[in-house]
């Protein structure tokens, strides 16, 4: 069997950071689910009808179940999220003490298995760079927990070396903090670095830690337009840094 071939977009590279939700994952099918089910659960808890305000404030569009590029639920930790959902339930509720309970009583964190749809053959791609000798990291605002489970259910953890995550106190995007800790902790130079991600924080992020390549994806929530002012390369999906035909 050939060996599948790594893409030229990778030359020079010997670390491959990718961030998580749209890049590795599909965005919209995890968390715009998530968004439509938390305005229900918000609705319930108060009786009142929240779910507007509250999709706005996250960047949530319920009239296509997509994700706005620049929203919370795009670019934001998940305890970033759930405090702009707190100040949507404090203009709506009589009380703080009845916001808080409210959000308590609606909150739920998206199941990091079964929606967790990948938006390639993730096993080939790392399994790939790992034969050509580079490693692999992960950078997500997702938190670590669902983030490693995430990755055991795709059947990849074992390919990657190191995650910054949005509860690992390392900045948000689109600043350097992540992607330098993976560097760091890889013993890796940023410049014989990739970062690949569908935002353009993610890109940004990149470039402000002098990233080598940083590379757009179009699985996720932002366009051609979006990503091609600051990406070296844009792509359709993370599939296409590999070539099966070797």
């Known amino acids: 069997m050939t060996p599948t071939a790594v893409s030229p977009l990778l030359d020079g590279i010997d670390l491959v950071i990718f961030d998580k939700d749209g890049t590795l994952i599909e965005f919209h099918a995890m968390w715009g689910a998530w968004a439509a089910e938390l305005g229900r659960r918000l609705e319930a808890a108060t009786r009142r009808p929240v779910a507007g305000d509250v999709f706005v404030a996250i960047g949530y569009d319920p009239s296509s179940g997509r994700i706005q590029p620049g929203g919370a639920l795009a670019i934001a930790t998940n305890a970033e999220i759930a405090e702009r959902i707190a100040a949507v339930m404090r203009r709506w509720c009589p009380s703080v003490a009845a916001a808080r309970r409210a959000v308590e009583a609606a909150w739920f964190e998206p199941d990091p298995v079964t ?124 599939g296409e840094l590999v070539d099966g035909d070797g």
């Open 115 to 238: 929606a967790a749809l990948p938006t390639a053959d993730l096993v080939v791609l790392f399994g790939a760079l790992r034969n050509s000798g580079r490693q692999i990291a992960v950078a997500t605002t997702d938190d670590r927990a669902p983030t490693d489970l995430t990755l055991r259910a795709l059947g990849v953890r074992e390919h990657v070396a190191a995650l910054a995550c949005g509860d690992d106190d390392l900045g948000r995007k689109p600043e350097p903090g992540m992607v330098l800790a993976l560097c760091a902790a890889l013993r890796t130079h940023p410049t014989r670095t990739a970062v690949v991600g569908d935002t353009p924080a993610d890109l940004e992020m990149g470039r402000a830690a002098g990233a080598g390549q940083v590379i757009g994806v179009l699985s996720g929530v932002a366009g051609q337009a979006d990503l091609e002012p600051i990406a070296d390369a844009v792509i359709p999906s993370v």
